[in-house]
C-alpha cells in the first residue's frame, strides 16, 4: 500500500496538517504546493476541488481542511492522540470546530492588515477591533485551561494540536496573548513539541 500524500507547504497554513502528520510518526510523501497556480491547476484540482492546501491522500481517501486531516491522521495512526471514548471525542471536534470559528476569522483580519494590504491602505482600527475580540476567545481557553495542562485528558491530543495549530498565526503575527497566564503556559508547551519543529523546516 503507498504511503500517505500530504499537499501543501510549511510556510502556509498546511503547517497545521503539516504538524499533524509529523505527530503520527508515520512515513508519508510531502508534495509541496503552494497556495498559487499549482494549487488552481487541475491535476490538484482532482484532489482538492477548492483549489486551497492542504490536502490528504491515503489509499483510497482524499481529505481536505486542517482539522479534518489531523483528526483522521490522530484517528488512524496516532492513538495516543486521539481520545478513547465518545464524550472526549466530541470534545475534540468541537475545539476543532472552536478554533477555526472562534480564532480563525478574528487573527485572519490581522494577517490581511499586515502582510496583504499595502501599508498605505491598512486601517488600524481593523487591527485594533479584531485584538480586542479575540480577547473573548481566548478568554474561553484560559478558563478552559485552569487547572491543566491540556484540554482534554492529562495527555497532548489531537484537541490540542489543532487549536494550537490555528492559534500559530497569532504566534506569527506577535499578537500578545501573555496576559492570558493558562493559554501562554499551555501555547508554550505546544510550540515546543519536536514535530512542530520537525514540520517547520519542510519545504
Known amino acids: 500500500m503507498s504511503k500517505p500524500k500530504l499537499y501543501g507547504i510549511s510556510s502556509s497554513r498546511a503547517l497545521r496538517a503539516i504538524w499533524g502528520i509529523e505527530e503520527t510518526g508515520i512515513d508519508y510523501e510531502q508534495v509541496p504546493t503552494t497556495y498559487g497556480a499549482d494549487s488552481k491547476a487541475a491535476d490538484y484540482l482532482a484532489v482538492n476541488p477548492n483549489g486551497r492546501i492542504p490536502a490528504l491522500v491515503d489509499g483510497d481517501l482524499t481529505l481536505f481542511e486542517s482539522m479534518a486531516i489531523n483528526l483522521y491522521l490522530a484517528k488512524k495512526y496516532a492513538s495516543a492522540l486521539y481520545p478513547s471514548d465518545a464524550a472526549d471525542e466530541a470534545r475534540a471536534w468541537q475545539w476543532s470546530v472552536w478554533a477555526i470559528s472562534e480564532i480563525e476569522p478574528l487573527q485572519m483580519q490581522v494577517v490581511v492588515q499586515k502582510f496583504f494590504t499595502p501599508e498605505e491602505k491598512r486601517n488600524p482600527k481593523v487591527t485594533e477591533g479584531a485584538i480586542a475580540g479575540l480577547q473573548r476567545p481566548l478568554k474561553v481557553l484560559d478558563a478552559a485551561l485552569v487547572g491543566r495542562d491540556w484540554l482534554i485528558g492529562d495527555e497532548f ?47
Do not use: F, T
Not at 489531537?158 to 487549536?163: E, T
Not at 501573555?178 to 493559554?183: I, K, L
Open 157 to 203: 491530543s489531537v484537541a490540542d494540536l489543532n487549536v494550537a495549530a490555528v492559534m500559530l498565526l497569532m504566534k506569527m503575527v506577535g499578537i500578545d496573548y501573555s496576559e492570558h497566564a493558562n493559554v501562554q503556559r499551555w501555547a508554550d508547551a505546544c510550540y515546543a513539541r519536536p514535530a512542530l519543529a520537525r514540520a517547520q523546516a519542510k519545504d
